[in-house]
């Protein structure tokens, strides 16, 4: 409900689906349970840089325990069958995008940022508004870095929907601590949370764009 509750309202419903629903070759009569995806009014797929051998050769020198984690990449292989299932469900041509808003989330962002060699990102939220122009460059940057370390991932998501847009956040903010065996808590007296609420407010954006106010992104001029 917006603030002044004189726009239009919105009930939201999440669904939260793990990477192990889309593996390939479940019957998706059978075990339907990631179904609603296909009618989804948008998508937030978090991409887990642990996960990925390019990125962690990219932060070895990290000290955050989550590195000690075996890689489990399956993360342009989750794309892939995500698209496919959609693909079956709304009997979409082959290779056929969707328009469906996806924000793809780099997750983790307090180890990999330095990656971007001080290439600065621009605050996305600006007056109580998203700010369109610097959501588009902070995605372009974003973009280029993932492509260089995970090209399969980004034409993966680029394939499945006409818009989609690259964010980074981070959970904790900070290097969690770990408490046991794969077991790992933040601290709370570090806790940071990094832009987590920024995709769901481009998501509304799309969905629903008079529940969320914006700064429109400004036309690039040209000359003749």
């Known amino acids: 409900t917006p603030e ?60 955050d325990p989550q590195m000690e984690r075996p890689i489990v990449d399956q993360q342009d ?15 979409l041509r082959a290779g056929e995008p969707i328009d469906t ?24 939220l600006r007056d109580g508004k998203i700010d369109e122009a610097a959501l588009a460059e902070n995605s ?11 090209p399969a ?14 964010f980074y956040a981070s959970s904790f903010g900070h290097t969690p601590l770990k408490i046991g065996p794969s077991e790992y808590v933040p601290d709370p007296a570090k806790l940071r949370p990094v832009h987590v609420e920024v995709p769901l407010l481009w998501i509304l954006s799309q969905v629903c764009p008079s529940l969320v106010k914006t700064n429109e992104a400004a036309v690039p001029q040209t000359s003749a």
């Open 140 to 150: 372009h940057t974003i973009r280029e870095l993932l492509y260089k370390l995970s």
């Open 153 to 166: 991932v980004v034409a993966n998501a680029e394939a499945l929907s006409n818009n989609v847009m690259f």
């Open 77 to 91: 292989i989750i794309l892939a069958e995500m698209r496919a299932r959609i693909q079956v469900i709304r009997n």
């Open 4 to 63: 002044d509750k004189t726009r239009e309202q919105c009930a939201l419903i999440f669904y939260d689906n793990a990477g192990e629903h889309f593996q390939p070759g479940v019957n998706i009569v059978e075990q339907p349970g990631a179904q609603h995806v296909a009618s989804a009014a948008g998508i937030l797929y978090l991409f887990d840089p642990f996960n990925s051998p390019e990125f962690r050769r990219s932060i070895r020198e990290t000290n």
């Open 101 to 124: 808003p996806v924000a793809f989330i780099v997750g983790k962002c307090d180890v990999w940022l330095q990656l971007l060699n001080n290439k600065p990102l621009r605050e996305p």
